[in-house]
Structure formats: C-alpha cells, structure tokens
C-alpha cells in the first residue's frame, strides 16, 4: 500500500480491538490482517453489475442495490478468480456504492465497462468467471474460462475467425466420482454442434480420454509421469505438461496446463488446452478435474436471477485459487469465505 493513497471507505471505532474494514484504490484491508489486493479483484464483473443497479454474488446471482440496506450486513466481493468472498461490514449500502464507484474507476469507466460487457456476450461467457489465456500457435490468444464446482468450461481461439469454440456442460453439483466414468454426464459441444467426451481404460496405453465429433477425434493418452501427448487421428498435434511448483505456489489464479503445439492448427490448440483445463495429465492423465469432493447442497443458491434468496450472499469457490483445499483442482482453492469487521461493537460508519 502507498503512503498518499486515497480512503473510499473505512470504518472507525472507539475499541481498539474492533475489526475495521477499509477500502482504498490500491485494495482492501480486512480482519486479522488480511488484505485483498485491487489486482486479485474482478474490478470488471463488478463494475458491470453495478452499472446496472445491480450488486454481484457468486455462482453471478445478483441483487438490486436499493435492497442492501444502510446498516451492517455483509456484501460480495468477486475475486479475479471468479470465487466469490463476502465481507462484512458496519455499513453495507456504503461498501457497495463505494467498491461500485471504485471498480468502474480502475476498469476504465462506464463506456469500457460496457465494451467489456459486449465481449462477453459475444464470448458466451459471463464476466465473473475467470479467464486465462496463453499464446497460441495462430499468432492470437487461446482463451479458458472455467468453474470446477459448476462444472462448466469454454475454450475458444482468437485472431482467427470461425475457429470454432469447444465448450463443456455439466449439472452444477456433481460430485468428482460421478464424473470419473467411462462416459461421463457431461455435454460437450466443438462449433455448436454435439461432441463425445469418453475415458478409455487400455492395458496398453492406460487411461485415456477421447473427444470425437462427427468429422474429427481427439485423444489425450499419457507420456510420462508429467506430461500427455494429444493426438488428432492417431498423429501427435501437441504435448501437455503439468506445471511446476513454483510455477503455481504464489499464483492467484492457478496457471494454464503448459501446452507445446505441433501444428498450427487453432482448433488443435483449442483441443489441447480444453483438455489441460478439463483433465490431468502425465501420471493424472484422463481423470477429469470437475465437480466437487463431497456433495453440494443447492449448487446453484436459490436466489435466482435476483440472489432474492440464499446464495448471492454466501461463499463461493470456483476452485481456481491459491490455497489448499484438497478440492477438485487437486488442491487448489480460492478463498471464498467470510471476512470483514462484523456488524456490531462499534460506534463508526464508512464513506
């Protein structure tokens, strides 16, 4: 933090013990110590919302802003890797017009937020999930957005037109058993059209996961202990290597699967990194990284578009994160959890 920055919101109190929320252009400093930088923040997502007169939650349930109230209550905060973590604070209708007004600020105000709406449109993704991208072999970025507890993923390549996207659907709540079979209970799509996601058990080459659509066939077979070939019709298109790590120890968000392609095709590179996000690789080879460990209950929150009720104010881990979990990702996690002053032991407001 910087010694001349500028305070949006602080809470005071008479008790030097009290836990204070405070929140400047550089981040947010919590209870305990803890701090959330402005960079670990999905400034955009937010900023959109609440153009709209809406305020964000997780799993991106909303609720209108006139309904968070003046008083303490606790509030969203969508972290830049989608998760959701809810602070609370002493005055709630506050912290959100000011972490409102602050987004929209460092996004680049109301016309670039709204162009970034646009995009995601036109992506088919929502702005609160997490994208990561990496070069690839056509000159543009291959882009991956991915919710592990939601079970959904889309890939897609830029820089070359009607390069098609490869997007995966699952029911939001299916456990890591359930989606570890021979043919999972997932929708696949390559261009829009059906696609078929299998896991092959062969003595010969082990596990291997299998992507066909009604032109092409994709096979992800492993190659050594950290790395797995992707063959298009039996002819090696990339290699798949799991990162090191300290590659991933102090990342926010945890790193794309490093891919090395072996053609130029966009669409292999697609392929390649939708199975880097989807799958393991090396000595995981095939075992599909999606759903959850144990049950979830209410999955998606029963807020609905409104978040009117439970969900848009609780926790939420899209399991992207940095820090141990034991979850789906194989020990990432994202923080979405509790934090903030509390609502009470306090004479002190915010503004």
Same mark, same amino acid.
């Given at each position: 933090?910087?010694?001349?920055?500028?305070?949006?919101?602080?809470?005071?109190?008479?008790?030097?013990?009290?836990?204070?929320?405070?929140?400047?252009?550089?981040?947010?400093?919590?209870?305990?110590?803890?701090?959330?930088?402005?960079?670990?923040?999905?400034?955009?997502?937010?900023?959109?919302?609440?153009?709209?007169?809406?305020?964000? =939650?997780?799993? !991106? *349930?909303?609720? $209108?802003?006139? /309904?968070? +109230? %003046?008083? #303490?209550?606790? &509030?969203?905060?969508?972290?830049?890797?989608?998760?959701?973590?809810?602070?609370?604070?002493?005055?709630?209708?506050?912290?959100?017009?000011?972490?409102?007004?602050?987004?929209?600020?460092?996004?680049?105000?109301?016309?670039?937020?709204?162009?970034?709406?646009?995009?995601?449109?036109?992506?088919?993704?929502?702005?609160?999930?997490?994208?990561?991208?990496?070069?690839?072999?056509?000159?543009?970025?291959?882009?991956?957005?991915?919710?592990?507890?939601?079970?959904?993923?889309?890939?897609?390549?830029?820089?070359?037109?009607?390069?098609?996207?490869?997007?995966?659907? =699952?029911?939001? !709540? *299916?456990?890591? $058993?359930?989606? /570890?079979? +021979? %043919?999972? #209970?997932?929708? &696949?799509?390559?261009?829009?059209?059906?696609?078929?996601?299998?896991?092959?058990?062969?003595?010969?080459?082990?596990?291997?996961?299998?992507?066909?659509?009604?032109?092409?066939?994709?096979?992800?077979?492993?190659?050594?202990?950290?790395?797995?070939?992707?063959?298009?019709?039996?002819?090696?298109?990339?290699?798949?290597?799991?990162?090191?790590?300290?590659?991933?120890?102090?990342?926010?968000?945890?790193?794309?699967?490093?891919?090395?392609?072996?053609?130029?095709?966009?669409?292999?590179?697609?392929?390649?990194?939708?199975?880097?996000?989807?799958?393991?690789?090396?000595?995981?080879?095939? *075992?599909?990284?999606?759903?959850?460990?144990?049950?979830?209950?209410?999955?998606?929150?029963?807020?609905?578009?409104?978040?009117?009720?439970?969900?848009?104010?609780?926790?939420?881990?899209?399991?992207?994160?940095?820090?141990?979990?034991?979850?789906?990702?194989?020990?990432?996690?994202?923080?979405?959890?509790?934090?903030?002053?509390?609502?009470?032991?306090?004479?002190?407001?915010?503004?």
């Amino acid at each position: 933090m910087s010694g001349n920055e500028t305070v949006v919101y602080a809470e005071r109190s008479w008790n030097p013990l009290a836990a204070k929320v405070r929140l400047t252009a550089d981040g947010l400093s919590l209870a305990r110590g803890s701090y959330v930088r402005a960079g670990d923040m999905n400034l955009t997502a937010m900023a959109e919302a609440y153009l709209r007169g809406k305020w964000l =939650g997780g799993r !991106g *349930l909303e609720r $209108e802003l006139a /309904r968070i +109230r %003046n008083g #303490p209550g606790a &509030v969203p905060l969508i972290r830049v890797t989608g998760s959701a973590q809810v602070i609370r604070v002493r005055q709630a209708a506050a912290f959100a017009r000011a972490l409102g007004e602050l987004a929209v600020e460092l996004s680049g105000g109301p016309a670039e937020v709204a162009a970034a709406g646009r995009r995601a449109e036109e992506e088919g993704v929502p702005l609160w999930m997490a994208r990561r991208s990496a070069a690839g072999p056509h000159g543009g970025l291959v882009t991956v957005a991915l919710d592990r507890r939601l079970v959904r993923a889309d890939v897609w390549a830029a820089g070359v037109p009607g390069t098609p996207a490869v997007r995966l659907r =699952g029911e939001a !709540g *299916l456990t890591m $058993e359930e989606v /570890r079979t +021979r %043919n999972p #209970p997932l929708t &696949v799509t390559v261009a829009g059209r059906p696609a078929v996601l299998t896991v092959l058990d062969s003595s010969a080459r082990g596990l291997v996961a299998r992507l066909r659509t009604v032109k092409t066939q994709w096979e992800l077979e492993g190659r050594d202990v950290e790395s797995s070939r992707l063959l298009r019709g039996g002819r090696p298109v990339a290699l798949l290597t799991r990162r090191r790590d300290f590659e991933v120890r102090y990342a926010a968000v945890e790193p794309l699967t490093d891919v090395r392609y072996e053609t130029g095709d966009p669409l292999d590179a697609v392929v390649a990194h939708f199975f880097g996000a989807v799958c393991g690789v090396g000595d995981e080879n095939a *075992l599909i990284r999606l759903g959850t460990v144990e049950p979830v209950q209410d999955p998606y929150g029963a807020g609905g578009a409104d978040g009117a009720r439970h969900g848009w104010d609780t926790p939420y881990s899209t399991d992207l994160g940095h820090s141990p979990s034991g979850g789906a990702a194989g020990g990432w996690f994202d923080g979405g959890g509790y934090d903030g002053g509390g609502g009470g032991g306090g004479d002190g407001g915010g503004g």
